[in-house]
């Protein structure tokens, strides 16, 4: 059922899995925001540190009321780490760079120490890039600013926030590439992604489920059959998309939709 007004609908009431379905993207922003800031202020309480992971995309401009008042003081931005679930392998100031697209959106506009925003190197290529990228979570594992997840020997990040493509894919975990299945490494590359640019690294689906809270943000018509796949009661448990590989461990998903985004859901 979509309610009026800026009300989310909350469905999966109990679980671990909620839907919240905003009537426009301006509502969703609001309610982004404020979730953000809750888990950034409970993770600073109770561990000192607030680890959130970004993806690129449309993501960037839905955080933009965190760049504004009351959350540009109330939140403690010195206790964010902020890392990347995927990143382009080109330079930082290059117009592709998903580091430079939430700089420019985001990062820029708040204090958050820059010793504490985790880009990729890259003067590495792929391979490196993801290797470094690696041995930077497992130091940061080692230092506690990143926290382990007992059940799983991966990393835990308190929030990731995440976007998804019209095919289903979230990071750069595409349908149908054997990136999905990879068990063992934390972050990976891939040199042939179908959405350019072609190399990029990526966290893999073990640190991505390992997750205490994942935000997946969706936004407009374009994402419906995606949706629709995802959220509907028949599931297969063939063919899966990557979203719906995103099964957390022990952690809240929540779904940060518009009313087009859900508009091929029969049950809302
Ligand atoms: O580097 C990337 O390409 C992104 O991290 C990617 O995974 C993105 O999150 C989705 O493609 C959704 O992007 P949109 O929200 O712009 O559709």
């Not at 989310?8 to 404020?34: N, Q």
């Not at 204090?111 to 930077?136: F, H, K, R, T």
Request: with cysteine; proline share 6%.
């Amino acid at each position: 059922m979509a309610t009026g007004g800026a009300a989310p609908t909350a469905s999966d009431a109990g679980s671990k899995k909620k839907l919240l379905i905003f009537d426009s993207e301006e509502d969703l922003a609001v309610s982004l925001a404020k979730y953000t800031a809750e888990l950034s202020e409970k993770f600073a309480a109770e561990r000192g540190a607030f680890t959130a992971v970004l993806s690129g995309g449309s993501l960037i401009e839905a955080l933009r009321k965190l760049t504004e008042p009351p959350y540009l003081d109330s939140v403690d931005w010195s206790k964010w780490h902020v890392f990347w679930v995927d990143e382009r392998v080109v330079p930082k100031d290059h117009v592709d760079s998903n580091y430079k697209l939430a700089y420019d959106g985001f990062l820029s506009k708040v204090p958050i120490p820059p010793g504490q925003v985790y880009a990729i190197n890259d003067a590495l290529s792929a391979e490196g890039a993801a290797d470094d990228y690696e041995a930077c979570l497992k130091q940061l594992v080692k230092n506690g600013v990143t926290s382990m997840s007992a059940a799983t020997g991966f990393p835990r990040f308190d929030l990731q926030l995440l976007g998804m493509g019209p095919d289903g894919h979230i990071a750069s975990l595409f349908p149908g590439h054997p990136l999905v299945n990879e068990k063992e490494r934390w972050v990976t590359y891939i040199k042939d992604s179908p959405k350019p640019p072609p190399e990029r690294i990526t966290f893999t689906f073990p640190v991505i489920n390992s997750s205490a809270y994942v935000a997946m943000v969706v936004t407009g018509a374009g994402k419906a059959a995606a949706v629709q796949k995802a959220l509907s009661d028949k599931q297969t448990s063939s063919d899966l998309l990557p979203v719906e590989m995103a099964v957390l461990q022990d952690g809240e998903f929540t779904w940060f939709t518009d009313k087009a985004a859900v508009s091929l859901l029969q049950n809302k």
